[in-house]
C-alpha cells in the first residue's frame, strides 16, 4: 500500500536515530549519497557507509563496509540509495541484522511498497521517496541531533 509521509514521521525517524547506515555510499563528493552522509555527519548522526567496491577503505573518517551484515555496531536507520528493485534485498539483510532497527529511509526516487510494508509489519518506521539533507533542516533548522 503506497505510503503517506508526514511531517510527524520524519521528526520521529529523524529524532530517534543517531546511528545510519548509508547503503550505496560513494566517494565521489559530487554524489548524493556522499553529501547526504556528510550533512548528516554535520548534523551529529554517526555514519556507516556501505558499499561493496570500496570496502575496508575510509569514507568521511568512517570505514566502509561491504554489505550491512559486516557493519560491527548497532544502527538505528538505514538510508538507501539504490534502484527501487534493490530495495527488498536490503530490508531483507537489515531485519535479520537488526531486530530492533527503528527505520528504513530511500532517498528521493526510491520507492518499494512491498519492503516498506514488510519493514513496517516487523514495527519498522518507513520513509520513501525523500532526502534527509532536505527534511532535517526543514523541520530541525540547524540543530544538531543531539539537541532534539
Not at 54 to 62: C, D, R, V
Not at 77 to 85: A, E, L
Not at 130 to 138: D, G, I, L, S
Request: net charge negative.
Amino acid at each position: 500500500m503506497p505510503q503517506t509521509v508526514d511531517d510527524t514521521l520524519i521528526r520521529d525517524v529523524l529524532g530517534n536515530a543517531r546511528t545510519i547506515a548509508v547503503v550505496g555510499a560513494s566517494a565521489n563528493e559530487e554524489r548524493p549519497s556522499n553529501f547526504v552522509a556528510a550533512f548528516l555527519q554535520s548534523r551529529g548522526y554517526r555514519i556507516f557507509p556501505v558499499n561493496p567496491g570500496l570496502a575496508g577503505q575510509e569514507l568521511l573518517g568512517e570505514t566502509v563496509y561491504g554489505s550491512l551484515a559486516d557493519i560491527p555496531h548497532d544502527v538505528d536507520m538505514i538510508d538507501v540509495f539504490r534502484k527501487s528493485d534493490a530495495v527488498p534485498a536490503i530490508v531483507d539483510e537489515a531485519l535479520e541484522r537488526w531486530p530492533d532497527l527503528k527505520s528504513v529511509w530511500m532517498q528521493i526516487g526510491v520507492q518499494n511498497d512491498e519492503a516498506a510494508d514488510k519493514a513496517e509489519a516487523r514495527g519498522v518506521k518507513v520513509v520513501q521517496n525523500r532526502c534527509p539533507k532536505v527534511e532535517f533542516p526543514r523541520l530541525f533548522g540547524s540543530a544538531k541531533v543531539s539537541e532534539l
